[in-house]
C-alpha cells in the first residue's frame, strides 16, 4: 500500500438620527457630518484642547474635558485615523504580504495574524504578491511610504526587491520575514527547519517499511522547498534507499499537470512505494 506524507507547514463620520430635536432646535431626521471643529465649536475651545482630550493628553482642565467627552458621546464622533496617524506618528495597522492567499497554509497564518494583532490593538491589512515581484515591491512601497507601522512578507524569491527591502531596513520599519529568506539581505526570519521535517517524513516512511520513496515537489525557487529536498536526500542516502532521478524530479506549478505527472510516476518501473510532497497543496493533486 502506498503512503504519503505532506510536509505542514478617514474622515471621521457619523449618521445622527435625532427624532427630538437637536441641539440646535432643528426637528426631525438628520444626517450630519461630524469633524473636530464641530467639537471644538460646541465646546467654546480650540481644536487642540479636543485633540488633547481625544488623546488622552494632560493640561485641560477637568471640567473642560469632562463637557468635551459629553459632546462626543452625543454626537458619536469618532476620530479621524488618518488625523489621529498625523499626531502620533502611528497608524496602528500592519501589512501582511503573502505569496498567495488562496494557499491554506497562507490563509491559515493570515487568521492567525488577523487575531493576534486585535488584540494588541491594530488592524492588520492582508496583501497578496501572487509570486510576482512586480506586485511585490508595490506592497513594499505602500510600506516604505509610512502607510503602517510594521511589516511582516513571505519574500518571492530572488534579488529584484533587494533594494527597496534595504530602504525599509534603513528606514526602520520593523520588518520580519517568514518562509523565505530575503536572498541577500540581513534581515529577521521566522522559518521552519525543513530539513529536519523531510527527514522525520522519510525516516517514518522507511520505519514502516518503504524502501522506494519519492519526493513531490515544484517550487524550487522557493529556499523552504530546496532544504525539503535536501532533507529528502540526505536521508534516502543515509538509509541507502533507492534514490532514482525521477524520484525527484520538479513536477510542473499546474495542478492537473502534476496530477499527470505524478499518475505517470506511479505507473512506472519501479514505483515508489510512498511519496513525501513538498506541503499541503502538492499531496493534493
Excluded at 488618518?82 to 501582511?96: E, F, I
Aim: charge should be positive; aromatic fraction near 6%.
Amino acid at each position: 500500500m502506498s503512503h504519503i506524507v505532506m510536509i505542514l507547514d478617514g474622515q471621521s463620520m457619523k449618521i445622527i438620527k435625532n427624532c427630538g430635536g437637536s441641539e440646535s432646535g432643528d426637528a426631525g431626521v438628520r444626517m450630519s457630518r461630524v469633524s473636530i471643529n464641530d467639537i471644538a465649536r460646541r465646546a467654546g475651545v480650540c481644536i487642540g484642547t479636543v485633540s488633547r482630550v481625544i488623546n488622552n493628553l494632560d493640561r485641560v482642565h477637568p471640567k473642560t474635558r469632562e463637557r468635551i467627552l459629553k459632546i462626543i458621546e452625543i454626537t458619536g464622533y469618532r476620530p479621524s485615523p488618518a488625523g489621529r496617524a498625523l499626531v502620533s506618528g502611528k497608524t496602528r495597522n500592519v501589512l501582511v504580504v503573502l505569496h498567495d492567499i488562496s494557499d491554506p497554509y497562507c490563509a491559515a497564518i493570515s487568521k492567525r495574524f488577523s487575531r493576534h494583532w486585535h488584540d494588541l490593538g491594530y488592524k492588520m491589512l492582508l496583501a497578496d504578491s501572487n509570486y510576482d515581484p512586480g506586485l511585490e515591491r508595490e506592497h513594499l512601497t505602500y510600506a516604505r511610504h509610512g502607510s503602517v507601522d510594521g511589516l511582516i512578507v513571505v519574500p518571492v524569491p530572488g534579488r529584484t526587491n533587494n533594494a527597496i527591502y534595504r530602504e525599509i531596513l534603513k528606514a526602520g520599519l520593523p520588518f520580519v520575514a517568514i518562509d523565505n529568506r530575503v536572498e541577500g539581505v540581513k534581515t529577521n526570519c521566522v522559518k521552519y527547519d525543513d530539513i529536519a521535517a523531510a527527514v522525520m517524513a522519510v525516516e517514518y516512511l522507511a520505519g514502516i517499511g518503504h524502501r522506494r520513496i519519492a519526493f513531490v515537489h515544484s517550487r524550487t525557487r522557493f529556499q523552504t522547498v530546496r532544504d525539503r529536498l535536501t532533507g529528502y536526500q540526505e536521508t534516502v542516502r543515509r538509509l541507502k534507499l533507492s534514490l532514482k532521478e525521477n524520484f525527484q524530479t520538479p513536477f510542473s506549478n499546474d495542478p492537473d499537470e502534476a496530477a499527470e505527472a505524478v499518475r505517470k510516476l506511479m505507473s512506472g518501473k519501479p514505483a515508489p512505494t510512498a511519496l513525501v510532497a513538498e506541503n499541503e497543496t502538492m499531496a493534493m493533486v
